[in-house]
């Protein structure tokens, strides 16, 4: 192996700092869906934290600057990256640990690291960058078919408006029914809103940030941000908890400022329609339903009330509880980009979404993720186990008349 760069050269101190608080106790294990489904001792939290403290160590700690840096051990480093990748990022790790390591920023972290040096990404995700440069989208599909597929013809898009929406590649490409609920749910509620092009709504950055390849960022935010200021936009509505999470927590440090708008997921928005009175669900839907609250959407940035309030609002409804919810929900599987290199344990973990649902009792299960959307389907696809798989807002959008 060649010369190595120090180790934690691009790691915030925070997460340098929370590499040596990790006390070995072992509690964020019992909640880890990977270990439940790949059992391999490498993808626990304390193994990778550990291991990547001897990466540390060696290469730039005091042992190395009294003794030298050591030669590192190639098949531990790549056993260590694929750990890294295999992980969903669900941060239910982080939630559970007992010294409050923020695990869904640091494992981040460590993949970036680990692209730096160029050990990683793994498998196909080391071509998302090009695809992303040539066609805007991860999924290497062209712009022109990012909206006409789903889009209804019935709603109105404003050229300016203080409103705009963003519905993202996953949603876009991969769960169009969850985009084409949006629309028309914010089509009902009469407020304008506008949107930018389909050549320049661009991937929000995401699935390059996740992988660690943060090249291209600053380049994505700038054209995306600079196009809602120039369109008047004041609120910049989402559905995609991934996006909403980059929005609010990436976008501003990309930008090198505080973002000219806020940034509401569609649930809040809607939440706060339904409060005001400017949309009301009046056909009633008598089942059982069973709401999923995706990692980064819970987790991530705290939207947990809001979806329930919106499901409140439907009369005759009865809603179910998955037994790990709201901030301790269970990653369905989709997380990370993992799912793209790591399909099998996707798809086991899509399926104990689907066992947990049907064991409550419940007659549909209710996502709010288009990655989820994508995933839990995948799962169910081949699966003698069914159940209704619905998004909140396609469901919203079949329940109400509008305008
Ligand atoms: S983030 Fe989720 S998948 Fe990754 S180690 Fe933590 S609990 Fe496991
Ligand atoms: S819960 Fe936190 S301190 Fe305990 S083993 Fe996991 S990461 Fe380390």
């Known amino acids: ?24 106790c072992g509690e964020c294990l ?87 040096r160029g050990l990683g990404p793994i ?52 769960a169009q029914p969850m985009v084409r609920g949006d629309v028309k749910v914010l089509s009902a509620i009469g407020e304008p809103f506008t949107m930018l092009p389909a050549g320049q709504e661009v991937c929000c950055g995401f699935p390059l940030f996740i ?23 004041h609120t910049l509505v989402c559905s995609c908890p991934c996006c909403v999470n980059m929005m609010g927590k990436d976008w501003p440090l990309y930008y090198g400022k505080v973002l000219p708008f806020r940034i509401r997921h569609i649930t809040q928005y809607v939440a706060d329609a339904l409060r005001s009175g400017k949309l009301s ?30 499901l409140r609002a439907i009369p005759g409804v009865t809603i179910l509880e998955f037994d790990r919810n709201r901030e301790n929900s269970r990653c369905c599987g989709a997380g990370g980009a993992a799912r793209k290199v790591f399909h099998e344990n996707a798809v086991a973990m899509g399926r104990l979404t689907i066992n947990e649902a049907l064991t409550k009792g419940a007659d549909r299960l209710i996502l709010s993720c288009p990655a989820c959307h994508s ?8 699966y003698d186990r069914k159940i209704r798989i619905t998004d909140i807002m396609e469901l919203i959008g079949s329940l109400i008349e509008e305008p």
């Open 1 to 24: 192996m060649g010369e190595m760069k120090p180790f934690g050269r691009t790691l915030p101190r925070k997460d340098l700092c929370s590499l040596d608080a990790c006390t070995r």
């Open 30 to 116: 019992k909640v880890c869906p990977v270990q439940e489904v790949a059992r391999r001792r490498e993808i626990s939290p304390p193994e990778k934290i550990k291991r990547y403290r001897e990466f540390i160590r060696n290469t730039e700690g005091l042992k190395a600057w009294v003794l030298g840096a050591h030669a590192l051990d190639r098949e531990a480093l790549e056993d260590f990256v694929r750990a890294i990748f295999e992980c969903t990022t669900c941060g239910a790790c982080g939630q559970t640990c007992t010294v409050g390591i923020d695990t869904q920023r640091l494992w981040p972290g460590l993949r970036k690291e680990m692209v730096e």
């Open 123 to 174: 498998g196909a995700l080391a071509g998302m960058p090009e695809i992303v440069a040539r066609t805007g989208n991860p999924y290497d599909l062209p712009a022109g078919v990012r909206f006409t597929p789903w889009f209804p013809s019935h709603v109105a898009v404003a050229e300016r408006a203080e409103v705009a929406y963003y519905a993202g590649c996953t949603g876009c490409y991969e």
């Open 211 to 233: 992988t660690g390849q943060h090249g291209m960022l600053k380049d994505l935010v700038r054209t995306l941000v600079d196009g809602y200021a120039a369109k008047g936009v």
């Open 281 to 310: 669900i009046r056909k009633s839907l008598k089942e059982r339903i069973i709401y999923h609250d995706p990692c980064y959407l819970s987790r991530g940035v705290g939207v947990i009330r809001e979806p329930r309030e919106v």
């Open 375 to 382: 995933k839990v389907h995948e799962a169910m696809a081949e």
